[in-house]
């Protein structure tokens, strides 16, 4: 499983350093998102800690663009991953979004998507693992998560979502050092926060450096 810390943006400075503690712990790339519609800085960030950290992992959810802004920047920058909200995949089926996106991720298989499927926020999805196998079936990464920030799925959603992916899933919600190895081999990669973090733009280097430890030990 490959833990991915969502990096909340501030500025600059604070993201770089940020991401400097998710390498000294192990983890194998990081996420950056901004609350705050800096968009623009955190993609320069994300490029800038490509050339820096070139052997890390680096993505960005874009929320004040589209996913298509999203995965032009990401390709523009050689950036590793594109995560969003709403990709354009569920239970029902594929809108022409996604049918963009799937284009898109089989024209540029180096660019890893991360759909969001029954996922927070979003209406419930009826059919979880139907959910994420169509995600996957497009070419994406099915990201799911508990019913909002911090707080943890059911352990059998992952199992049977994971079961109809053959593990290709990730976890965006509620992973913490107590609970990872519980999820961990139903999980390809979690995209964690609240359960690492000191507060909303400070990682907390001895709980990641746990967390990366005990995601990759036996339960």
Same mark, same amino acid.
């Given at each position: ?15 770089? #350093? !940020?991401?400097?503690? &998710? ?9 950056? @998102? ?7 800085? @955190?993609?320069? %960030? *994300? ?7 070139? !052997?890390?992992? $680096?993505? @960005? =959810? ?6 298509? !802004? ?18 354009? $995949? =569920? ?22 998507? /991360?759909?969001? %499927? ?5 209406? %419930? ?6 959910? *994420? &196998? ?14 909002? +920030?911090?707080? *943890?799925?059911? $352990? ?9 992916? =053959?593990?290709?899933? *990730?976890?965006?919600?509620?992973? +913490? ?12 990669? #979690?995209? $964690?926060? +609240?359960? @690492? ?7 907390? !280097?001895?709980?990641?450096?746990? /967390?990366?430890?005990?995601?990759? &030990?036996?339960?």
């Amino acid at each position: 499983m490959l833990t991915l810390p969502v990096i909340h943006h501030l500025d600059r400075e604070t993201s770089i #350093s !940020e991401a400097q503690v &998710a390498r000294k712990c192990g983890a194998d790339g990081v996420f950056l @998102i901004s609350h705050h519609g800096d968009d623009d800085e @955190i993609v320069a %960030v *994300a490029s800038e800690l490509k050339v820096y950290m070139p !052997e890390m992992k $680096v993505g @960005i =959810n874009l929320l004040s663009r589209s996913p298509k !802004e999203a995965c032009a920047a990401a390709l523009e920058h050689e950036l590793d991953m594109v995560w969003a909200d709403h990709m354009g $995949v =569920n239970s029902s089926g594929v809108d022409p979004l996604g049918f963009w996106l799937a284009e898109f991720a089989k024209e540029h298989p180096k660019i890893k998507l /991360f759909a969001s %499927v029954a996922f927070k926020y979003q209406a %419930v999805d009826p059919k979880p693992s139907l959910a *994420a &196998a169509k995600a996957k079936q497009m070419g994406f990464i099915p990201t799911t998560s508990g019913s909002a +920030t911090g707080s *943890a799925p059911e $352990v059998s959603k992952i199992r049977q979502m994971s079961h109809a992916v =053959n593990r290709d899933l *990730a976890v965006a919600s509620g992973m +913490t050092p107590e609970n990872i190895q519980g999820y961990a081999p139903f999980l390809a990669y #979690s995209l $964690v926060s +609240t359960g @690492i973090s000191k507060d909303e733009y400070h990682i907390d !280097e001895e709980k990641l450096c746990e /967390f990366v430890v005990k995601s990759k &030990a036996r339960p």
